[in-house]
């Protein structure tokens, strides 16, 4: 139980909890540790969500599965990260796209009745619950706004602006590969390659395989509203 105890302590919902605390948390409810392969599905698209799962270790992908073999990534997940907390309470049951496994990882999962339990009695893990959902929230409206945008142009730069943001820097470290960038954006790879070509002959940038350099921010932003 130590080695989980330190593993759940860097976790979201555990944040600010002693090792006493958590110990005691663990002794009260019923949870399973699973392990999964480099590709393996965690959970399929319209399986049912039980309950909150923990990422102890590796990377997981929450990706929207199509029929032609594509796909859109709805968001990346590792150490310390949880999903499923939106689902737990809410009348949609089930998964709205498909967890899979980016490299060897463990999931830690806890069922609905014992995360109400965990709540009850930990004010601290029903304040990061809270703030889970939350952060959630404001992740959907970020990805509303990207959505809303009609052109590929359009996504590309708003995803550059809101990496400068989020980063506090004209330049930007790519945490992820093109076509990862690609999927985030859903837009197809070549596109998202001639759109940051066509933005460096603007002047607006400059970028190589791993930092994209923002030269005129206020012409990216104008942008945004052609």
């Known amino acids: 139980m130590e080695s989980i105890i330190k593993i759940i302590k860097k976790n979201q919902l555990f944040i600010g909890l002693s090792d006493e605390n958590i110990r005691n948390v663990l002794k ?15 959970a399929h698209e319209d399986d049912e969500c039980g309950g909150l799962a923990l990422v ?18 709805l968001n990346r997940l590792d150490e310390g990260d949880v999903f499923g907390e ?11 796209a498909t967890v899979i496994a980016l490299s060897e990882c463990k999931i830690l999962f806890i069922n609905k009745n014992d995360v109400l339990k965990i709540c009850s009695n930990e004010e601290k893990v029903l304040e ?22 009609k052109s590929i142009r359009q996504k590309v730069v708003n995803y550059i602006l809101n990496e ?6 004209s330049s930007i470290i790519l945490k992820n590969t093109k076509e990862e960038i690609a999927a ?33 921010i206020e012409g990216l932003e104008e942008e945004l509203f052609m």
Do not use: H, W
């Not at 992908?61 to 029929?67: H, N, V």
């Open 86 to 96: 939106a689902l737990v309470f809410s009348k949609a049951k089930t998964y709205p």
């Open 164 to 169: 400068v943001k989020e980063q506090k820097s």
């Open 28 to 42: 009260e409810i019923k949870y399973y540790i699973k392990s999964y392969s480099k590709g393996e599905i965690i």
């Open 128 to 149: 990061n619950f809270v703030s889970l959902l939350s952060n959630k929230v404001f992740i959907l409206n970020s990805k509303i706004k990207s959505i809303s945008f």
């Open 184 to 216: 985030l954006l859903g837009v197809p790879r070549p596109s998202l390659s001639r759109e940051l070509i066509n933005l460096r002959d603007m002047n607006y940038i400059e970028f190589n395989r791993k930092v994209i350099k923002v030269l005129d």
């Open 56 to 73: 102890l270790d590796g990377v997981v992908e929450i990706q929207r599965l199509y029929s032609n073999g594509k796909y859109i990534v």
